[in-house]
Structures are given as C-alpha cells and as structure tokens.
C-alpha cells in the first residue's frame, strides 16, 4: 500500500472515531430522555400494584385469652353521638341501593348451614391492613385522616415514629437536627404511638386486648399508610382464631355504638335515638340476617305506629362476611358482661349525650 492510501485509510479512521465520539453524548442524552419517560410509566404501574413492594410475613400468635366485651359504649363515656364519628359521617345507610355492588366472599352469601362449632375452632387469616380495618377504620377512616375536630389525624403522629421523616421535617423547616437527636425523638414517638394504641386517651378508647405481635403488625401497617420508609418490608400476616376476629371487630367498631348489655329499646325507643345492646342481637337475629345487617343493612320498625324506617347504623363495606359471622359466633359464645364503668363521666356529658340522641330523632326521617 502507497503512502498517501495509507494516509487516506488513517485520516478515514481518524474523521470515523470523531463522528462516533460525537455520537457518544448524544446517545446518552436519548438514552437519559428514554429513562425519563419510562420512569413515570413504571411508577404507575407499581402504584397500579403495589402489592408487588411489599413482602408480608407470617408470623406465629401467642395464645391470648378471648374475653366478653363488657361495659357503656364508648359514644356515653366522651358524650357524642353516631354523626359526630367518621362512621356516622359516611353517609353510607342500609339497606344499600339495588346498584351499589356489595363486596361478598364467593360462596358466603348464605350462612343458614354454617355449623358454629366447626367456624369457631378455625382461623382467620389477617394483616396489619386487616387489623386497621377492624380495631381503627370506623374512627379514623381509610386514610387514617379522622373527622377533626372530633377524631384527630394519625398520620402525623405515625410520621413522628421515623427518624428520617422528623429530620427531612427539621430541615424543610430551617431547623437541621442530627441523627442521634433524630432517632431519639423517633424512639420517644414510637413509644407514645404504641402507648396510646394499648391504652387510649381522653377521646379515644384503649385497646389492651391486643397482644404484641398484633399491635407490631398493627403499627407496621398505619406506617405504611402514613409513608414511613421502609413499612412495606415490615408487614406481618397473622392465623387468629375466629373467635379472636370477633373480639376484634364487635369491641372495636361495634362496642363504639352499642353498649354491652341491658333491654332491647321499643320501637318508640329506637326512634327517639336508642340503640340496642350487644346482648340482644344474637337473640334478635340470626346468623345470616346478622351478616347481612352489617353489610348491606335492613329496615327497623320505629315509633308509636311501629313503621318501617331506613335506620340509622351505616352499613360496613369494608367488613368481609367471615369477619361478621365471627362476630356474631363471638357475641354467643361470649355473652357480653355488665360491669361498673371504671371511667369517670359527668352528669353534664351523660346528659349532654342523651339530648344528643334524641335530637337526632328528626335524622331519622333522611333515612326512610
């Protein structure tokens, strides 16, 4: 080969290594457009199904001893009524319009044939989102916001539990704060987190019955809906005994209503704002009426004429129809006890709730 071929074969090669060194970041910048414009397709999709995120675990349950529920309903010890809580704002009355869909497990539409006996010594599968559902959602709703003023937000307080959060809040805010004194303040939340979830407070119920492995699951769950990082690895699925569901759902979300024992009201009764105890609705209803109470909702007969009225008690969902047979299985087995009220109420809150519920006599007629 001739000198100048080889300077035109080397000048060739030189000009081809310069147009694909010039290619180089306009590859990379397509390439960086492309992942741009793939990111938020993937984040949807992931937010389309983020079951995929999270990786629950199954855990065993210490042998906790099922008790009767006992006592005032929680409505009498704070002096409010049903429309004051998120359950009575929901708007949502049976019995349910013929084109709302009613959530039902296939094959549980029918419970005439269930043997008591053989449901109660089985098991209910159930995760912290289940937990929340029975022991928390009637108050605080799905979103864990509440009703303020008269049922408070957990969100924030649940955020308070992650020292990441506190100190990307300290931040925003103009107020760096290092991590030692982060985590410190973080550990101090948890530990008021778990303390008002055993125990309660002025305006909110406590719930002792829950062991520690239920309350791990139960807080591993509102801080994933609360956007702490890292929940969605802390998920906990736990095998209850059924009769254990029943505790959950009739002492959390029924026994906020409906006080434990005492006579079943009058039609008259009921339409001036009584509602029935605990005690008289296995005696009242059967299985399969009782289930469909708490889902879809049935009429009342109210007042002097003994009319047929809509009712009052919102219908639940978000309860699956195992959830209420175990509740009512519950409710036989562990006949509901009457006990003096260890929490102080005044003369002026007793009668403030009473007025409450007969004021509400006229709400009534909204819902015929």
């Not at 009575?88 to 006996?117: N, Q, V």
């Amino acid at each position: 080969m001739s000198r100048a071929a080889e300077f035109d074969n080397g000048m060739a090669w030189h000009w081809r290594s310069r147009i694909a060194l010039r290619r180089v970041p306009l590859l990379m910048l397509l390439l960086a457009i492309g992942m741009a414009l793939c990111l938020p397709l993937a984040a949807q999709l992931n937010s389309a199904n983020p079951a995929q995120k999270i990786a629950i675990r199954t855990v065993a349950l210490p042998n906790s001893p099922v008790t009767p529920v006992s006592g005032r309903n929680w409505l009498n010890h704070v002096g409010a009524f049903l429309n004051d809580t998120s359950m009575g704002k929901t708007g949502a009355y049976g019995p349910a319009p013929p084109e709302e869909e009613i959530r039902t497990a296939p094959g549980a539409t029918s419970w005439a044939g269930l043997a008591a006996g053989t449901f109660a010594s089985g098991t209910i599968a159930l995760t912290g989102a289940d937990l929340y559902r029975l022991e928390c959602q009637g108050c605080h709703r799905t979103d864990g916001k509440g009703v303020p003023p008269e049922i408070n937000s957990m969100i924030n307080p649940v955020r308070a539990t992650s020292a990441e959060l506190i100190r990307k809040h300290m931040e925003e805010i103009g107020a760096p704060m290092g991590s030692k004194a982060a985590r410190e303040l973080a550990a101090q939340s948890q530990m008021a987190l778990v303390q008002r979830i055993s125990h309660g407070g002025v305006h909110m119920p406590g719930f002792l019955d829950l062991n520690a492995v239920e309350i791990e699951a139960l807080v591993a769950y509102v801080d994933q809906l609360a956007g702490v990082p890292g929940a969605e690895k802390r998920q906990i699925r736990l095998n209850e005994p059924s009769m254990r569901v029943g505790e959950h759902l009739v002492k959390a979300t029924c026994h906020i209503c409906h006080d434990a024992t005492g006579p079943h009201p009058t039609p008259e009764q009921m339409l001036e704002g009584e509602i029935p105890p605990l005690s008289t609705l296995t005696r009242s209803k059967s299985l399969e009426q009782f289930v469909q109470k708490v889902m879809q909702g049935t009429p009342v007969t109210m007042g002097v004429l003994e009319l047929r009225y809509r009712g009052r008690m919102p219908v639940f969902y978000y309860i699956r129809p195992d959830e209420a047979a175990a509740a009512y299985l519950y409710l036989s087995m562990y006949p509901p006890e009457t006990v003096q009220v260890a929490r102080p109420q005044t003369e002026a809150v007793a009668n403030s709730a009473t007025a409450k519920r007969k004021s509400s006599a006229g709400v009534v007629n909204e819902h015929k």
